[in-house]
């Protein structure tokens, strides 16, 4: 509404004079009575006290009309969770976690920000008599916090049949030791939720998978550090190496019984694989790592196959006994598979899994054996050297580092902490330098 001020001109002199002699004439004076005239009011120009009355009046009016369509603001219920959120709320501050991603098992929950909001359209989140345009904020000591978040699963999980991986994941919020399922974490998806938490509180989004829990700060979308996940965590987990070992192969001589005096020579090739070395903290054979430990996988082959060089006779590789033999911070540890053999060719696939401190940077992985070589169809021949047949075979080392900058200088692939010969010395008290 708008108030108009109507503003008169001041008279000049000429019509002054008119006006003065007019009132003469009305009031019938005589030429020696003198006239008096009333001192005339000045005409407003626009100021004055009738102007800012007029002023005040107006901004009166305006703050009036500002009140009017000023949005309610209502207040959120205590405690309040709202999916699906709109982008529509009033957001103060966005956060972007440094360290947003859960990784478990069944697969990845990342936090892509953590936005602080002030309030939220009433109308999303349920309010009773709330109307379009109306804003609800938090409930007293309380605060709002959005979340964002997306969960990929673990490509192990997908698919059918007995190889697929049977794991899943649940997300649940944790308040003042309260928790409350929110939702099973077993396909893609994505997630908005509006959470209404206690200032400064301890609010948290749990994530459980396997028996064990993981944990997001609510306030700032940040995963809290967890000793037993620790293995998911590094900057290196995986080394796909494909590394197959330099061997020389075996010779067995042999020769015909009761015939010419001419010697055969058989020959044994070997095949010895590691294929990928990972560090972890969860493993299907092995379940959770122990705290402040971590799972080396260590996924390797081999195949042992003999060709006696002559048509008829066969091969046989039996008593087969590899062992792979893996050094981490001056500690061997051993795997080994055996089989009976029975065949030309012999060959299998093998995962070694091994407990390691957390702190692993290097391993050295070397592969050794033993066999016995027969000839399987060969009813008048005979190997004339009984040791050559007895097969003994072993592999160079193989260095795998896993880089973690938490870690650098580590010697061994110990933890990047102070040895003895690394203590700086000091003087003894009373021994220092005069300053």
Not at 215 to 223: N, P, V
Request: some cysteine.
């Amino acid at each position: 509404m708008t108030t108009h001020t109507n503003r008169f001109r001041p008279l000049d002199r000429g019509l002054l004079a008119i006006a003065a002699l007019g009132a003469l004439v009305l009031t019938g004076c005589s030429s020696g009575e003198v006239a008096e005239f009333e001192e005339p009011t000045p005409a407003s120009d626009g100021g004055g006290d009738d102007a800012a009355a007029s002023s005040d009046d107006s901004e009166a009016t305006g703050d009036d009309a500002s009140e009017e369509t000023a949005a309610p603001v209502l207040e959120a219920e205590s405690g309040l969770v709202q999916e699906g959120i709109s982008r529509e709320a009033a957001v103060l501050d966005t956060l972007r976690p440094e360290r947003g991603s859960v990784i478990t098992p069944a697969g990845t929950l990342t936090v892509e920000e953590a936005e602080v909001v002030e309030s939220v359209p009433a109308t999303e989140v349920g309010l009773t008599g709330a109307q379009e345009g109306d804003l609800a904020q938090p409930a007293e000591g309380e605060e709002f916090r959005i979340l964002t978040m997306n969960f990929t699963p673990d490509q192990a999980t997908q698919g059918y049949g007995d190889e697929v991986l049977d794991v899943d994941a649940a997300l649940a919020l944790n308040v003042s030791g309260v928790q409350s399922h929110l939702h099973d974490l077993t396909e893609q998806q994505d997630l908005r939720i509006l959470f209404s938490v206690p200032q400064g509180g301890d609010g948290t989004l749990t994530v459980s998978s396997e028996g064990h829990d993981q944990s997001i700060d609510l306030l700032t979308g940040e995963r809290v550090e967890d000793e037993i996940a620790a293995g998911y965590y590094r900057e290196v987990t995986n080394q796909d190496l494909n590394h197959t070992f330099e061997m020389d192969d075996s010779r067995v001589p042999f020769k015909q019984e009761n015939g010419p005096e001419e010697e055969y020579e058989a020959t044994v090739e070997y095949d010895l694989r590691v294929n990928s070395v990972s560090l972890t903290a969860w493993t299907p054979q092995e379940g959770w790592a122990a705290a402040g430990e971590s799972w080396l996988v260590v996924n390797w082959a081999y195949e042992i196959s003999g060709d006696s060089g002559v048509g008829g006779i066969g091969t046989d590789i039996n008593d087969i006994d590899v062992t792979l033999t893996t050094t981490v911070r001056e500690q061997t540890l051993e795997d080994s598979v055996k089989d009976e053999g029975g065949r030309r060719n012999n060959s299998a696939e093998a995962v070694t899994v091994l407990a390691v401190p957390i702190g692993t940077v290097d391993a050295q992985l070397s592969l050794t054996g033993t066999a016995e070589y027969e000839l399987s169809s060969a009813t008048n021949h005979t190997i004339t050297d009984e040791n050559a047949a007895h097969l003994e075979f072993a592999t160079d080392s193989l260095e795998v580092s896993f880089p973690d900058s938490r870690h650098d200088g580590a010697v061994g692939g110990q933890d990047d902490q102070p040895q003895e010969d690394d203590v700086e010395e000091t003087d003894a008290p009373g021994e220092q330098d005069d300053a």
